[in-house]
């Protein structure tokens, strides 16, 4: 007679870790953005592009140096770290915004994977798009500007945890958003704001008090200062801090969009 297998109440035939579903929804992930590359890699650098050359000639030539460097290197890891965090957000949310427009959300919350398998899945992929654009915009920075990071490693960190903070609050936004109009709110007044209000392309010490402090709150802040400080070595405050910052922020983001999957909001309703 063949061999029945049991599974004690509340454990799973696939183990502790469905590892095989896990990989297989970061593979979709992935090539979301991977089969469309002119779209969500192209188009990044151009932008970042363009937003380098129009302050380099209209504001270049009359600004002095910034934190003892010439202004056009300073913005450029702004510009980066802004680009990175734009394109990691867009990735999920959009990813999951049209699962639930279209109807096919059912694709995402029906396989054997929990809360935890499904939002990993989601942020791994947002931090792969962000981290395919960090690295193209340093290989232009590096042709170009003749910039090299001063610390690549510290680098790397600050642009992996801006993908993975970005991606996770990209699905928190998805999750309560029921039309791409209100995505598109999200996007235009608050993710663009926090992105261009947080130093990207000044430094913060020449702020008034009560902005300085407004910006100091915002984890977005860090994150544009952390990847200053890894690829020119300046930076407003100490990269450890905002290190510290930026892991706590993504921590939260990540719990937060892990605690919406397992209820369910606005997914299985």
Same mark, same amino acid.
């Given at each position: ?5 049991? =599974? /004690? ?11 095989? @579903? ?14 469309? *590359? %002119? ?25 002095? $140096? ?6 056009? %290197? ?26 639930? !427009?279209?109807?096919?959300? +059912? $694709? ?10 499904? !939002? #990993?899945?989601? +942020? ?12 193209? #915009? ?6 170009? #500007? ?7 490693? +510290?680098? #790397? ?18 999750? =309560?958003?029921?039309?791409? $109009? ?9 993710? %663009? ?8 392309? =000044?430094?913060? /010490?020449?702020?008034?008090? @009560? ?8 984890? +977005?802040? =860090? ?7 890894? !690829?020119?070595?300046?930076? $407003? ?12 922020? %993504? ?7 892990? *605690? ?10």
């Amino acid at each position: 007679m063949p061999q029945t297998l049991s =599974y /004690e109440p509340g454990t799973r035939r696939f183990g502790r870790v469905n590892w095989l @579903g896990f990989a297989t929804l970061c593979k979709r992930e992935i090539l979301r953005f991977t089969n469309v *590359w %002119t779209q969500t890699l192209l188009a990044p650098l151009v932008t970042a592009g363009l937003f380098l050359m129009i302050f380099t000639i209209a504001i270049g030539p009359q600004r002095g $140096d910034v934190m003892g460097v010439a202004f056009t %290197t300073f913005i450029a890891p702004g510009i980066l770290m802004m680009t990175v965090i734009q394109n990691a957000f867009a990735n999920t949310s959009s990813s999951l915004m049209i699962s639930k !427009v279209q109807g096919n959300i +059912v $694709d995402t919350l029906m396989p054997p994977l929990s809360a935890a398998e499904v !939002v #990993l899945g989601f +942020v791994v992929g947002g931090t792969a798009r962000g981290t395919c654009v960090a690295l193209a #915009l340093l290989a232009m920075f590096w042709g170009v #500007l003749g910039i090299v990071p001063a610390a690549p490693l +510290v680098t #790397l960190a600050f642009v992996i945890l801006g993908s993975a903070f970005m991606a996770a609050l990209g699905l928190i936004a998805a999750i =309560y958003s029921q039309k791409f $109009d209100q995505m598109a709110a999200i996007t235009n007044f608050i993710i %663009t704001p926090l992105a261009f209000l947080s130093g990207t392309f =000044y430094s913060v /010490e020449a702020l008034p008090r @009560g902005l300085y402090q407004v910006t100091h709150a915002n984890p +977005v802040f =860090y994150l544009i200062d952390g990847a200053r400080w890894g !690829v020119i070595g300046v930076s $407003d405050t100490h990269p450890a801090t905002g290190f510290a910052v930026a892991l706590g922020a %993504t921590m939260a983001a990540i719990l937060a969009a892990w *605690w919406l999957f397992r209820r369910g909001t606005r997914l299985k309703s």
